[in-house]
Each structure stands twice: as structure tokens, then as C-alpha cells.
């Protein structure tokens, strides 16, 4: 029973000892042509460990979070992505035949087409196998910027 009780002591103080790995606190702005991106996702990607995430905010900032909200990025150099779409206008249903038309017409609302999804942030930097951007990300607080051509 002592020699249960020293095991399950000793795991909890090397779990607290531990810490976590290690973080730097990461923010930053995106921009496409020196205007603010304002929605979206951006993730740092390490080559071994968990990856950050941060949502895009209307200004073009993000701060990234890796298990408490607000935390950073591990330490070390990432792949980094980032995802940034809008979705144009819908528009009503276009019939094909006059009797579409009336199906449609007897139909107490009418249907709208979504609008065309449009990609605000090149689509090569959505995806790890085609970004090209990197970042290091150093222990403290790192200022990490982009400013992507107009896709």
C-alpha cells in the first residue's frame, strides 16, 4: 500500500514538474496586398508535437492557442496555414422549364441559390503539402505577420 501511494506521489510531481511543453505566445496580423484578411483560420504546424490555431478577426489579427485559449505555439519552426473563404450573393432559383416555373412559383417561399464560394487568401496556402510559409517561433511573446499576394 506505501509503495502504491510513493508511485502514485512521485507520477503527480513529475507531471507538475513537467510543465507542458514549451510555448512562445504568438500574434499577429494577415493581410492580401496590405489589406486585413477578416475571417478565417491560421495554424502553425511543427514538425512533431501538437499545432497551434487561431481564428482571423475582422482587423486581420489572430492569436494562436494550443491547449488554453491564448497560449502561443511550441517553440521551434512551423508550416503555417491559413484558410480564408466568402461566399458571394445567392441568388433565386432559375428555372429550366416553364414547368419548373410554376413549381416553383406555387411554392409559399421561394429558393435561393447559394453564391459562389470565393477564396480571399490563395488557395496554396490552405494546405500543408502546398504552403510555402513559414515561422520560428522563439519562448516570449513573437509578433508574426503575412502579407499574401491577391489570389
Request: net charge positive.
Amino acid at each position: 500500500m506505501l509503495s502504491m501511494r510513493w508511485l502514485i506521489v512521485s507520477a503527480v510531481l513529475v507531471a507538475a514538474g513537467c510543465g507542458g511543453p514549451r510555448l512562445g505566445k504568438v500574434a499577429g496580423k494577415v493581410t492580401v496586398a496590405g489589406r486585413p484578411v477578416t475571417t478565417g483560420t491560421i495554424m502553425f504546424t511543427p514538425d512533431s508535437g501538437p499545432s497551434a490555431v487561431g481564428a482571423i478577426g475582422p482587423d486581420g489579427g489572430y492569436t494562436l492557442t494550443t491547449v488554453k485559449s491564448g497560449d502561443g505555439a511550441l517553440v521551434g519552426k512551423h508550416r503555417v496555414t491559413i484558410e480564408s473563404t466568402t461566399v458571394g450573393p445567392g441568388s433565386l432559383a432559375d428555372p429550366a422549364s416553364f414547368e419548373e416555373e410554376l413549381k416553383l412559383a406555387s411554392q409559399p417561399t421561394k429558393i435561393l441559390v447559394p453564391g459562389k464560394v470565393v477564396r480571399v487568401v490563395p488557395d496554396k496556402y490552405s494546405q500543408l503539402s502546398t504552403t510555402d510559409l513559414k515561422a520560428d517561433v522563439a519562448a516570449g511573446s513573437n509578433a508574426i505577420d503575412f502579407d499574401l499576394p491577391r489570389p
